[in-house]
């Protein structure tokens, strides 16, 4: 079982907001700098995607994989899980908790545990983790208050 990270970050933003630029999967190439591509496999009958295909192209790992979604019905929580083994993960499983503060920001709270498929020291996966929520949560900071 791999271990859970977890980080936090303050977006000047409401929770809907946030929420609205996770779920919207077609626009991830454009904020997203790992991501070449994306094909929603399957939505739910509300029209939210269900499995989700990424092909990633981070220099030295690429890798590409399916992840199955789950939201609460406000979108307060959104969360996924690998449908399958990929070339890079055998297991990942994370979410986004949105939680709205008294100024009008929101506080999203990202976890991931990932078990990857090729051998790496301890040390050197806890940083990996730490270098991709931190960049997964900047790069959605800044989506979400650009394009408000």
Known sequence: MADTSTQSIVIDATPERVAAV????????????????????????????????????????????????????????????????????????GSYDITANADGTSTVTYSLAVELAIGMIGMFKRKAEKMIMDTALKELKRRVEVTR
């Open 22 to 93: 996770i779920v919207d999967f077609a626009h991830y190439p454009e904020w997203v700098a790992a991501v070449k591509s994306i094909e929603v496999v399957e939505e739910y009958e509300d029209g939210y995607a269900s499995q989700v295909r990424f092909r990633l192209d981070s220099g030295p790992f690429t890798d590409e994989y399916t992840l199955r979604y789950e939201y609460a019905e406000d979108l307060s929580r959104i969360e996924w899980s690998l449908v399958a083994p990929s070339k890079m993960q055998k297991q990942q499983d």
